[in-house]
């Protein structure tokens, strides 16, 4: 029977080891953007303590081998299942600090996983376990573990309970191994009272943590943003939060400002209307991206669209913008419009799946800030666009600061370039964001900029546009490489001009 109890301990220890190292890993990604390179130093930061803490454990002696498992177990489910809380209010009120106390955290909780399976080997090895058999069955409990939270991670865990509450449930697992370590050694273990107790404080702090998780999460906003939280939710592709402050209206992604209801008009109509102005004619459109309904509503202006496919990943988006009331206000209940319809999957995908034509095409993805977004910007990706546009049409593309990020800016005109359409870059002054970038694009014509609007504006006029489509000296054009999909050089682009423009 205790052989069984530790082999089986053993799963949820490896469950909860992975499952830190998770949390660690998405808040990273949420927070600091480039998932992969936050996967991967927290990934080999973890793997690196795993090999310190299994060195150390040899250092225990033989009859203290339960003992320190206990204190093990009660140490990683305290340090862990604080750990995503803890880590995101240093991110939200002290900043700078959040790279250390990320990989010192890391490093803690991997030095004591790592101390965790040749413990338990050892116990089970001294109750005079065949050797071969002790190791085949804890490594397959073990690797069990790992597959089990896998799955349950990105699935079930952080898109319903959040990253916060994830970590404190994983903590009380460890405590709940602890206890019933305890219970089913109390025979060979000293201090019994003392170990309960201060197993007893860690779980009650654990439970209270899960308890009030929302409220931290809350609080930790509260100083990464400022302003009063409206909205917010934790999806299995990003965090969404929505604020207020006065009038103004906010949507942030992973913790980046995607627009500002005083001068997002200033933005959409740029994005639109100089595409859609030039084709009266055009009855079908695609928007890519905007599951904020802004680009959507623009669009619905003009009398002779027929239909509007919207394609977005994220379904708590567009259900979001479809339902709040003051986000259906500043949408002007675009997805309520007839036309419209809704795709909730991965844009690449879907196009590669469906055959529709389209007369437009407006592309709103978020800034290729990571190598899941950069692929949105890549050669083969803009050449699956062009097969589903009509040989007339106009493909208009969110292309980030050609001012603050211009390498970026380039990079997307001749990631374009390369798959044989004709490029039209230009900019709009947008007072949130500052110099904002847009390239237009054709399989065939040249465009050329409208001098006058059929609907009326807030913001363009023959001046602005004309303006627009001229870049000064310190915007001028820079000769890049595309972006391919096997290197991604636009990611690594963007984040040095990101990094330059902050200096």
Partial sequence: MTKKILILSVFVVASCGLAYELIAG??????????????????????????????????????????????????????????????????????????????AMVF????????????????????????????????????????????????????HLGLVRTGFMFGMLNVGVALWTI?????????????????????????????????????????????????????????????????????????????????????????????????????????????????????LRYPQVEQVTLVDLDPAMTQAFARREELVKLNHGAFADKRVRVINADAAIWLQNTEEMFDAVIIDFPDPSSFALGKLYSVPFYGMV?????????????????????HAFWTIDATLREVGLRTSPYHAYVPSFGEWGFILASPQQEYKPPESYRLPMRYLNAETTR??????????????????????SLVNEFERDWRRSIR
């Fill in 386 to 406: 062009k097969q589903h546009m009509a040989a007339n049409g106009l493909l208009v593309v969110q292309s980030t600061s050609p001012f603050f990020a211009p």
């Fill in 183 to 299: 219970y089913v050694f109390r025979r060979e273990l000293e201090n019994l009272t003392g170990r309960l107790l201060r197993a007893s404080a860690v779980l009650v702090a654990l439970v209270f943590g899960f308890i009030g998780a929302d409220r931290m999460t809350q609080f930790g906003e509260h100083g990464l943003f400022g302003d009063e939280i409206v909205y917010s939710t934790t999806t299995p592709y990003q965090r969404l939060v929505i604020t207020r402050w006065k009038d103004d209206l906010r949507l942030y992604i992973n913790g980046n400002l995607q627009f500002s209801s005083r001068d997002e008009y200033r933005y959409h109509e740029a994005l639109v209307h100089p595409a859609m102005e030039a084709l009266p004619w055009a009855r079908r459109v695609l928007v890519l991206g905007g599951g904020d309904g802004l680009a959507l509503r623009e669009v």
């Fill in 26 to 103: 998405a808040l990273a990604s949420y927070l600091l953007g480039d998932s992969i390179l936050q996967f991967s130093t927290i990934i080999g930061c973890y793997l690196f303590a795993m090999g310190v803490g299994a060195h150390l454990s040899k250092y225990v002696k033989d009859e203290d081998v339960l003992a320190r498992f206990v204190d093990i177990e009660l140490a990683v489910g305290l340090i862990g299942g604080v750990s995503a809380a803890l880590l995101f209010l240093t991110f939200s009120w002290m900043g700078a600090p959040f790279r250390t106390m990320l990989y």
């Fill in 467 to 488: 303006a627009m489509f001229s870049f000064p000296p310190d915007m001028k054009p820079l000769p890049m490489e595309p972006n391919r999909l096997n290197t991604q």
């Fill in 108 to 159: 803690m909780v991997g030095a004591m996983v790592g101390m965790e399976v040749p413990l338990v080997m050892r116990a089970l090895n001294v109750r005079q376990t065949g050797f071969s058999e002790l190791v085949s069955r804890v490594l397959t409990f073990d690797y069990l573990g790992a597959l089990a939270v896998s799955l349950l991670f990105p699935l079930v865990l952080a898109p």
